[in-house]
Structure formats: structure tokens, C-alpha cells
């Protein structure tokens, strides 16, 4: 599985932006797919995340209410709608892919993910 991130830029606090994730590979259908971001100097963590079928989500506490993940599988494609922005938001995401058996809850954990695209620079003005 191969997968890009795009969607980032420079944005003013409160604003709203849609991060993508464009994934190719016939194993994709199999990913639980998740969103991280590392700010610098930090680690990337866990932001939202998204189960093989798209039933269930799951999200950081920092970003609950504000971001909402979905994915359309026909498409090969995850997105991030990030609503309310913050300046704390401010980070390089990253889209992974972890292949699953379909019962298999969230993994929040990067070590867990397998595959990963190249980023998107998000950027908040305050």
C-alpha cells in the first residue's frame, strides 16, 4: 500500500481545512487507517483513526468535536476534515495504513502502522 497526504497550508486560527489521504494497492480495503501529526521537535501521536469498513472512528482527546475522519474505499481515499483550528494544530500529518481483521479496534500506537504517506504541512496563524 502506497499513500500521499495533501490538503495542508497555512490557515488562520478558527478556520477549517480537509486533509486527504490518496492510497493505491489492493490491500488497501484491509487498512484501519490513521491520522498523526508531529509538531517539531515533538513526536507524532495519534490524531483520529478509522476503521476498514468506515464504522468506526476514534479520535484524540485534543482534537475530539473539531476534526471528523471519513473515508471512501471505492476512491482509495481517507480525509480530515479539521473544523475550529488552533494554533496548537500546527504540525506536519501523516496518513498510515495497518492492516487489519475487520474486528480489530483503532490502533493508536505509530509502531503499529505499517505502511505511511510523506505529510502535509498544516500551519495555524493565530
Known amino acids: 500500500v502506497q499513500l500521499q497526504a495533501s490538503g495542508g497550508g497555512l490557515v488562520q486560527t478558527g478556520d477549517s481545512l480537509r486533509l486527504s489521504c490518496a492510497a493505491s494497492g489492493v490491500t488497501f480495503s484491509r487498512c484501519t487507517v490513521g491520522w498523526f501529526r508531529q509538531a517539531p521537535g515533538k513526536e507524532r501521536n495519534f490524531v483520529a483513526g478509522i476503521t476498514r469498513s468506515g464504522s468506526n472512528t476514534d479520535y484524540s482527546e485534543s482534537v475530539k468535536g473539531r476534526f471528523t475522519v471519513s473515508r471512501d474505499n471505492d476512491k482509495k481515499m481517507v480525509y480530515l476534515q479539521m473544523n475550529g483550528v488552533q494554533p496548537e494544530d500546527t504540525a506536519v500529518y501523516y496518513c498510515?495504513?495497518?492492516?487489519?481483521?475487520?474486528?480489530?479496534?483503532?490502533?493508536?500506537?505509530?509502531?503499529?502502522?505499517?505502511?505511511w504517506g510523506q505529510g502535509t504541512q498544516v500551519t495555524v496563524s493565530s
Open positions: 498510515a495504513c495497518k492492516r487489519t481483521i475487520i474486528t480489530a479496534p483503532i490502533a493508536r500506537e505509530r509502531d503499529e502502522y505499517e505502511f
